[in-house]
Nanobody, 125 residues
């Protein structure tokens, strides 16, 4: 399983950005997918997750109401829409897959076993 994240870049505070993550492998449709981020000098943190069907999502408190995770199982892709960006959202964003999750209706925040390479989002004030 390989994950390829894209969509990062420089954006002004208040702006928007859409991140994408394409996943190789035929079993994408049963993976829980997550987005994590790591800011300079900080530990990596969970941002958002989505279950296999897309009907269950979960968000960190810091991004609720501003970020939206979605998936297209036909295209093996998961998205993260970032709106109302703040300078504190500056980080490397990673997509991750939990290939052992199966048909669950909750979102784990740890235990993801495949990771993409990360894409940098920089929010200027």
């Amino acid at each position: 399983v390989q994950l390829q994240a894209s969509g990062g870049g420089l954006v002004q505070a208040g702006g928007s950005r859409r991140l994408s993550c394409v996943v190789s492998g035929r079993a994408f449709g049963v993976y829980v997918m997550g987005w994590f981020r790591q800011a300079p000098g900080k530990e990596r943190e969970f941002v958002a997750g989505i279950n296999w069907s897309g009907r269950k999502t979960s968000y960190a408190d810091s991004v609720k109401g501003r970020f939206t995770i979605s998936r297209d199982n036909a295209e093996n892709t998961v998205f993260l829409q970032l709106n109302s960006l703040k300078p504190e959202d500056t980080a490397v964003y990673y997509c991750a897959a939990d290939s052992r999750s199966g048909y669950i209706d909750y979102i784990p925040v740890r235990g993801y076993d495949y990771w993409g390479q990360g894409t940098l989002v920089t929010v200027s004030s």
